[in-house]
């Protein structure tokens, strides 16, 4: 049985080796960045550059397989965005509950589905109306693709917790795009 090919370049960016590296970066960095372009607009390349920094610098020491070094450097980055927010002296936008009530204009969910959009334009449109907390658990599980015990493991909650959070966000997802459907 052969070894998973990330879980060999994760082998291989122990020993050092670029190949390993670099193949562990085009595999993780796209979802890594979207995650962060969501979570600090305007700063996600250098967010995503520090996270790979420290990721990096964990790399010889770190035990575990390619999936948990996604886990890992999901942590760091969402540590760095935590970071930047308080050297900035603000924090991040939070919606307030009234706001999460209104669905997305229907106009714009319908022009966005039917045109052709990018992967970011997706994601915001998919998030957009969500409360902070059930935005990023869905886009830690669908753009980082974690599992909900990663999920639960970055956030500081438990799986149960997460798993409900989820729900949640899906029961409301599911609410504003019936809406549009039946349009």
Known sequence: MSQDPLDEALDEARRG??????????AFNPGLVRYLRHQ????????????WAAGAALLPRFEGDAKAFR?????LARRRTIDHYRRSGRS??????REAHEPADQWDLQAAVVSDLSAQEAIKALVKGLPTTQAEVVLLRVV???SV???AGILGRSPGSVRVIQHRALQRLAKKFKKVVTL
Do not use: C, I
């Open 92 to 97: 991040p936008s939070v919606v307030e509950l």
């Open 17 to 26: 080796e670029e190949q390993g590296v670099v193949a562990l970066y085009r």
């Open 149 to 151: 015990d990663e999920v």
């Open 40 to 51: 600090a607009p305007g700063v996600e390349e250098d967010l995503a550059s520090e996270a």
């Open 71 to 75: 886990a890992l450097l999901f942590t």
């Open 144 to 146: 980082g693709d974690l």
